[in-house]
């Protein structure tokens, strides 16, 4: 059974940073391709960033030059620095795992407030 863990959330002040982690129980090269996804009250759920095994990665635009998602598979770990945060930003976040079957993975998420 795979198993993502996020943590790293938190209430922070806009225009400051969080660093959000993600660890995948077993290898995470079993991950073609891994993501984190938000969700903010009243919302769908929506992509953020994704990364895959080769190290190609994609953001949405309201996070374009603001995140950066990385992934060390050495210690099975997703990471996604989030600066310059906006109260826009807050959501809870997900961790999100795709092997090459295209079963997708899901963490339990983790909470992000962003306040003005």
Known sequence: Q???VESGGGLV???GSL???CVASGSSSRFNRMGWYRQAPG???ELVATIHIGANTDYSDSVKGRFTISRDNAKNTLFLQMN???PEDTA???CNGRDYSY???WGQGTQVT???
Do not use: I
């Open 2 to 4: 795979v198993q993502l």
């Open 13 to 15: 002040q806009a225009g």
């Open 19 to 21: 660093r959000l982690s």
């Open 43 to 45: 919302k769908q759920r």
């Open 84 to 86: 310059s945060l906006k």
């Open 92 to 94: 809870v976040y997900y």
């Open 103 to 105: 079963t997708d993975y």
């Open 114 to 116: 962003v306040s003005s």
